[in-house]
């Protein structure tokens, strides 16, 4: 049979009916073979654009923390300052190469990169072993963090740089995959003295180093020191609720829960107001123990700012006064959402007591109180008896390089990881044009603790 033949048969069986349906059967089973396929695909390259996004977002985090720990070891004075510090930028720097491993990209492109993250880990493992066994800094290895610093800087800077085009999606994994990416390009200068060896350790993850204030998140797990008062009802509670928005702005209020599993047992109540829309509600726990506010949250939308930040913090002072809180002062804020969060620390015999702390959100659009939070303050605020400084605020200024410019001073209580507190003196400072805080025990002339100050345009932060 010829070709031609053969067509003209095809033709005739496709217009029997029945072979018609099992073509359209077949051409729609191919269909969704196909499509299937292509869902298939699609989805094992999102996996792993989660898995990548996953490895750079983190990688960026600790190269961040490295370039801090970096600077902070520029500002610390005695061995076992410097010997902390360098642990972490050495546990930090290694996870960040971790992650850097996990990326798409060919590891000759990757190679100074990777190189740059092992020679900070390196001397941060040499540095703390000598430290360690009392050694101060020596000058050149000074100057060896400065330059390692430099390049930190400039990575993390480029770094973040690609998480924005990633983040917009201006650059694909695939892209960085085929071609590459300049950040991963840049190599270090070559560093003098002795060749780092490449340590082959088990590193951990460590937490986020950024608060909203210096101690703002301090432990909460030890006995509340400052409920006072009897065990009152739930009914009872309404009356502490009502008394802390004042009788005459409340229409009603409403009980929602109890939690008795922390070591502030709370109850729970959703407020509403006078003249105000309905959806316009507050939410606010009272504790069990003595009726306090132990956080509230007013949610309602905020207009334009009026209210600068300054204004915000004397409001925040008269609307603290006006409830008891006496003897608080502003220390560190961050701006969001048209509202400032403001930490207030107790003041006592000119001492700041970090511990002590209470949190309040203020609208800037009239200045109300929309958030409130007393956890810290609740958990350890006490009258201190507080000792008079074994050593004087010069000898514990000679305690801080001199290299760091020192702008103002005066003694503080700190919280430790410890579950304790440590007197100590709080210097503020700049170090190239860096901001700083630095604590010196003000019994035994130990440093205690290093932050950099980040001013942004939201507020203050610390790292």
């Given at each position: 049979m010829s070709i031609r033949e053969k067509l003209l048969d095809f033709k005739r069986r496709l217009s029997d009916r029945k072979m018609y349906s099992i073509t359209i059967l077949v051409i729609a089973a191919v269909a969704m073979w196909g499509m299937y396929q292509y869902k298939h695909a699609a989805n094992l390259r999102q996996e792993l654009d989660n898995q990548y996004n996953r490895a750079f977002y983190e990688m960026v985090g600790y190269v961040n923390n490295v370039q801090v720990l970096l600077m902070k070891s520029l500002i610390t004075s005695t061995p076992n300052g410097t010997?902390?510090?360098?642990?972490?930028?050495?546990?930090?720097?290694?996870?960040?190469?971790?992650?850097?491993?996990?990326?798409?990209?060919?590891?000759?492109?990757?190679?100074?990169?990777?190189k740059f993250l092992t020679q900070v880990g390196d001397l941060a493992y040499s540095i703390n072993h000598d430290n360690m066994s009392g050694q101060n800094l020596k000058e050149d290895q000074y100057e060896l963090i400065e330059k390692l610093h430099g390049f930190a800087v400039s990575l993390d800077q480029s770094l973040n740089d690609l998480q924005n085009q990633i983040t917009a999606g201006r650059i694909k994994w695939g892209e960085l995959a085929d071609k590459g990416t300049p950040v991963f390009q840049r190599t270090s200068q070559e560093l003098p003295g002795k060749q780092f060896e490449n340590l082959d350790k088990t590193f951990q993850d460590y937490p986020s180093l950024i608060y909203n204030g210096p101690f703002s998140d301090h432990l909460t797990e030890i006995e509340p020191k400052a409920l006072t008062g009897e065990n009152i009802s739930q009914e009872e509670g309404k009356k502490s609720v009502i008394k802390f928005f004042g009788e005459d702005k409340v229409e009603a209020v409403n009980e929602t829960g109890r939690n008795d599993e922390t070591k502030i047992k709370t109850y729970s109540y959703e407020v509403t107001f006078k003249n105000t829309p309905q959806e316009q509600k507050a939410s606010v726990d009272i504790t069990q123990k003595g009726g306090h506010v132990f956080w509230m949250l007013y949610s309602r939308p905020t207009g334009k700012e009026t209210i600068d930040i300054e204004k915000a913090k004397e409001l925040g002072i008269k609307y603290l006064d006006e409830r008891g809180y006496e003897g608080m002062v502003d220390t560190y804020y961050i701006k969001e959402d048209g509202t400032a969060i403001i930490n207030y620390a107790y003041k006592q015999d000119d001492v700041i007591i970090y511990p002590d702390l209470i949190k309040?959100?203020?609208?800037?659009?009239?200045?109300?109180?929309?958030?409130?939070?007393?956890?810290?303050?609740?958990?350890?605020?006490?009258?201190?008896?507080?000792?008079?400084?074994?050593?004087?605020?010069?000898?514990?200024?000679?305690?801080?390089?001199?290299?760091?410019?020192?702008?103002?001073?005066?003694?503080?209580?700190?919280?430790?990881?410890?579950?304790?507190?440590?007197f100590t003196y709080e210097f503020k400072g700049k170090l190239n044009d860096r901001d700083f805080l630095v604590y010196i025990n003000a019994e035994t002339g130990n440093e205690e603790r290093i932050l950099m100050i980040i001013d942004t345009p939201n507020g203050i932060l610390t790292m």
């Open positions: 010997a902390t510090t360098m642990q972490e930028a050495w546990r930090q720097a290694n996870m960040a190469q971790t992650n850097l491993g996990q990326l798409p990209i060919s590891q000759h492109v990757l190679a100074n990169t990777s309040v959100k203020i609208a800037l659009d009239n200045g109300e109180v929309v958030g409130f939070e007393s956890k810290g303050y609740l958990h350890a605020h006490r009258a201190r008896d507080i000792p008079e400084p074994k050593i004087t605020l010069e000898e514990a200024r000679e305690m801080i390089t001199s290299r760091m410019e020192i702008l103002s001073s005066g003694l503080a209580i700190i919280p430790t990881d410890y579950k304790t507190e440590l």
